[in-house]
């Protein structure tokens, strides 16, 4: 059974950061990609990073470039989101997703931006106060 276990979340203020946690099991892990989503209050989900684990190739939504950085411990099959410079607009819950990553299948780009994960955490609250 496929299991992800979100932690790290919690309440901050602009300027600060944050690490969040994706604790996975029930898979062989370098088989899989895994992406990082949240969604904010009255909006749609939306991809935040993502990361190949075979190679550990990445993808970050625009707006998060330069201050989020997604990495695994394969050791652990644990991925890690590190989150700088949070604003306000970061505000909401965080879900990890996986899902195999298949070379015929969709690249990470579109796994990200369309959601195309079969499994998913439980999410974790991120508030940031301005």
């Known amino acids: 059974e496929v299991q992800l276990v979100e932690s790290g979340g919690g309440l901050v203020q602009a300027g600060g950061s944050l690490r969040l946690s994706c604790k996975t099991s029930g898979f062989s892990f370098e088989d899989y990609a895994i992406g990082w989503f949240r969604q904010a209050p009255g909006k749609e989900r939306e991809g935040v990073s993502g990361?190949?684990?075979?190679?550990?190739?990445?993808w970050y939504a625009d707006d998060v470039k330069g201050r989020f950085t997604i990495s695994s411990d394969n050791a652990e099959n644990t991925v890690y989101l590190q989150m700088n410079s949070l604003e306000p607009d970061d505000t909401g819950i965080y879900y990890c997703?996986?899902?195999?990553?298949?070379?015929?299948?969709?690249?990470?780009?579109?796994?990200?931006?369309?959601?195309?994960?079969?499994?998913w955490g439980q999410g974790t609250q991120i508030t940031v106060s301005s």
């Open positions: 997703a996986a899902d195999v990553f298949d070379n015929q299948g969709p690249i990470l780009d579109t796994m990200l931006l369309l959601g195309l994960f079969d499994y």
């Open positions: 990361i190949r684990l075979s190679d550990g190739r990445t």
